[in-house]
C-alpha cells in the first residue's frame, strides 16, 4: 500500500513544480545593472539563443546566423518580442534588408507592454497603421529608401511622434547592413543609426501628429533627443515592416543589450 501512495505523493509534487514553473514563466522584472553592464546580446547562431527570440508563427525563422522577419502581406508589421521588461536601456543590433522593395521598415519596438494572452516569446503581426487593443510600444524604424521615424502605440492606438524624414546615414539598397542603436534613459530618448545621431520633427503640441514638408518640420521643433514619459519600461522587440507591397525580408543579427554608460537616469 505504501508504493501507491508514494507514486500519488511523486506525482502530485511533479505537479506543484510544473505549476511552479509555469507561473515563474510569465512573472514579469525589470532588469537592472551598473552603468555601461551588458544585460543581453544574441548573435542568432543557434534556436537556444540566450535571448529567447523564437522562430514562431512562420514569418520569423533563425537562418544562418540571423533572426529572419518577414510580413507576407502588404501594410503589415511583424515582430518578435524577446526578454524581461526594461526601463533603462541602450541597444545596437545590425539589420539588412534581404528582398522585397526598398519601401519598407526595419527597426525596433521597446517599452512594449502587451496583455497576458500573448506567449511570453513569439512572433507576432499587426496591421502597420496601429495596433491590437491593450497594447502599447514605442517604434522606431528606418526603411531602405534612406527615411526614418518614430511612432507611439498606447492601447492600440497609435500617433506618429515624428513622420518619416529622409538621412543621408542610412545605407540604401537590397543586401545592405545598417546599424541602429537606441539610447533610452528615464522620459530621454536617442536615436542613431551607422553612429550618427537623429533628428525628429516633434509637434510643439504633444496632441498632434508629425508633419515634415520638403526639410520644414511644421508646427513642430527638430529635436536630437525625443522627450515622452508615456511609457517607462517595457520589453524589447526587432521589427519588420511592409508598406504597399508584399515581398519584404528582413535579417537581424549581433544583438546588445546594456545599461547607458551614463547610467540609469530615473523618471
Known amino acids: 500500500m505504501r508504493r501507491p501512495l508514494l507514486y500519488l505523493a511523486l506525482l502530485a509534487a511533479l505537479a506543484a513544480l510544473t505549476e511552479t514553473s509555469r507561473l515563474a514563466a510569465n512573472l514579469q522584472f525589470v532588469a537592472d545593472g551598473a552603468a555601461g553592464a551588458l544585460l543581453y546580446a544574441a548573435d542568432f547562431g543557434s534556436p537556444d539563443d540566450s535571448m529567447g527570440l523564437s522562430a514562431g508563427g512562420g514569418s520569423a525563422r533563425l537562418q544562418d546566423g540571423e533572426l529572419r522577419l518577414e510580413p507576407g502581406e502588404p501594410n503589415r508589421l511583424v515582430y518578435s518580442v524577446a526578454g524581461p521588461e526594461l526601463a533603462d536601456f541602450e541597444l545596437e543590433v545590425e539589420t539588412r534588408a534581404q528582398a ?39 517604434l522606431f524604424l528606418a526603411s531602405s529608401d534612406g527615411y526614418y521615424q518614430l511612432l507611439r502605440t498606447l492601447s492600440g492606438r497609435q500617433q506618429v511622434l515624428s513622420t518619416w524624414i529622409p538621412s543621408p546615414f542610412i545605407r540604401q539598397g537590397i543586401g545592405v547592413s545598417n546599424r541602429l542603436k537606441i539610447r533610452a534613459r528615464g522620459t530621454e530618448l536617442e536615436f542613431f543609426i551607422n553612429d550618427r545621431q537623429l533628428e525628429f520633427c516633434i509637434p510643439d503640441n ?23 514619459g508615456v511609457l517607462l519600461k517595457g520589453r524589447i522587440a526587432l521589427a519588420a515592416q511592409s508598406m504597399h507591397e508584399a515581398g519584404v525580408l528582413l535579417a537581424f543579427d549581433n544583438l546588445l543589450l546594456r545599461m547607458p554608460a551614463e547610467g540609469a537616469v530615473r523618471a
Open 100 to 138: 522585397g522593395p526598398l519601401d519598407n521598415g526595419f527597426g525596433v519596438l521597446f517599452r512594449l507592454q502587451q496583455p497576458r494572452s500573448f506567449p511570453l516569446a513569439e512572433a507576432f503581426g499587426l496591421p502597420a497603421t496601429g495596433g491590437a487593443a491593450g497594447i502599447s510600444y514605442y
Open 206 to 228: 504633444s496632441s498632434d501628429s508629425s508633419t515634415w514638408v520638403a526639410g520644414d518640420c511644421l508646427g513642430g521643433q527638430m529635436r536630437s533627443t525625443v522627450r515622452d
